[in-house]
């Protein structure tokens, strides 16, 4: 601006003019200098409100820890310790406060000198200010701090902090600010590993969560400053290159009354951070608790099946529960699995009939330890069967115990009453009806397995059944009828060889070793008849007739004798032949006749 080619007159114009503006920017308005001890003052006061909002968090713990919950003691030795902290660092700067006021003072010794000298105090007010004993020495009857002597000055802090001692000042102001905020943050991680908060994982994972957003968001730190011109190390520089420390940067060419609402904002981020902390100490002490946080529809019913002609009843509920409790669930002693909060109940009932289900849910409780809430349910199982019929071959025969199984879709086998209609009925109870039939034809059973038994020959036998509704009052359910038929007389073998055709091979007839009387196609496997005697006789064409030979029980080897002597064409007959069936009944057989061959 002031080279090339210009008139001597507008050289010397240029250069007074880079000389005011130089001096323009030294000269640090009045107006300027007060609006920083404004800002001080403000800082100072959020300070003090911050401090009242920590107190009654830590007398909130300790009224908490009164009503001996451990967790709460814990939390409150810990905010303890976090105050600690950031008092250590309030003083560290109020010393150095003081040491800048000897400073701005004239002392060479930071150790001497009257710090409230460097205040400006109205002598026609001077009963406006009250002295103190520590810093700020000074303050005004409503707690602000008086506007500095110096507050323009551009140099003492510049070497009190950078300049003497090597700039070891400034380095341990750094070093003490993060090393703060790093204490103060470990509090909650400390917390996490302390046995009293560390019982449950919600706990656990709240301080962790909460911690790193409390990272994230506090300004107390004094790091290297970016510079956002500076594309090459994208830090703040100096002309010859040399990269800038955070005091370096924040404590040159400023006037002192904003180095000293700096200070003050260090102050106050300390005490945020604290506030900050000590807040999620005090929440993580019910972190436990169970809070609700999701909402899910309910239909709570007293029976989950009916029949026609019941009344189906619930309760439809919109139930909030916890989606992040570490609740633990048992079913009649076994533990249930718990996903986002919702126990997963399953069972595979291995019989028919009525499940209760006996419930525990332990809720961890802030401190330690847990609380449990019971709850007891119900539920029917049902045997799955489909209802085939073949109408015309619902038969009983008598002399057996003729299987039947009865269930009524949606109610508990133990509630269905069945009985026999026309005959005797003998209830698995005890119990007996006469419904007028002479006859001592049973029903035995329970649980939708019974056995009819009739011992005489009927025309038929109908079964009615009846249900005991949850109200208490019985529904007939349906009836059915069954002929009843004898059982069908059994064929006389010997062995695996028949008479049906009227001959039969001589050496099959020799290896048979029993007479057998068989049922063959008999609908009820296990029914058997036992030949109880017969009589043998050997017809042959040349020796005529052999001697009879009465046989008792059915085995064939009284016969062989007889057999070895017989030819192929001779004939052989069984005659009074006796069989004992199902409840010792005593049938005389047909004859059987054949040819051998």
Known sequence: ???????????????????????????????????????????????????????????????????????????????VDANNETKALVDYIHRIKTELLRYSQGSIDPNQGDPKLAFKIDPEKKSDYIETNQYPWIVKKNGEMPELVSGDNLDDHVRYFNEELNGKRGKDLEA???????????????????????????????????????ALKTTLSAGEVKDPFNKTSGLIEDHEGKKLSWSEVYMHSTPLAAVFAMMSKIENDAKILEAEVCQGLAESVSAADFKFDAIIPVISAKTGAVVTGQTYEADILLAAYNSKANMMINV??????????????????QRAGANNLDVKISVPKPGGGFEVKTATAEFTAFAPQASIEAIKLNVMYVGL?????????????KNVVPRLVGCKINYATGAAENVGMATNAALRGSNG???????????????????????G????????NFRVKGIPDPTFKCGNVDF????????????APVAVAALDGFVYEGV?????????????????????????GARLDKIAGTLNQLRKGDDVKFTDIIAVGPGNKRVLMPSVIATLK
């Open 449 to 471: 397995s019974y056995t009819v038994a009739i011992p005489e020959k009927v025309s038929d036998v109908q079964i009615q059944v009846s249900a005991k509704l949850p109200d």
């Open 332 to 349: 009649n002693g076994a533990s249930v699995p718990v996903e986002n909060g919702v126990g997963k109940y399953k069972v595979t009932p």
């Open 176 to 214: 003490k600010i993060n090393e703060t905020r790093v204490n103060l943050l470990n509090m909650m991680k400390k917390a996490q590993s302390d046995p009293n908060l560390a019982k449950n994982k919600e706990t656990v994972e709240f301080l962790n969560n909460r911690m790193k957003d409390i």
């Open 1 to 79: 601006m002031a080279g090339g080619k210009l008139s001597a007159r507008q050289k010397m114009i240029n250069m007074m003019y880079l000389v005011l503006t130089a001096l323009l920017a030294l000269n640090v308005t009045k107006e300027i200098l007060l609006a920083f001890t404004v800002l001080d003052n403000s800082l100072q006061k959020s300070t003090g409100n911050i401090e009242v909002k920590t107190e009654k968090i830590v007398q909130g713990l300790k009224k908490t820890a009164e009503d001996n919950n451990l967790g709460a003691k814990s939390a409150l030795k810990f905010c």
């Open 528 to 552: 058997k008849y036992q030949i109880q005697s017969f009589k043998f006789t050997g017809i042959s064409a040349q020796r005529g007739y052999t001697a009879p030979i009465n046989v008792q």
């Open 500 to 511: 049906k055709s009227g001959s039969v091979e001589l050496a099959k007839l020799k290896d």
């Open 401 to 413: 115990e003729n299987p039947i199984s009865i269930t009524v879709a949606g109610i508990d086998p």
């Open 473 to 480: 009052r019985m529904k007939p359910m349906g009836t059915k």
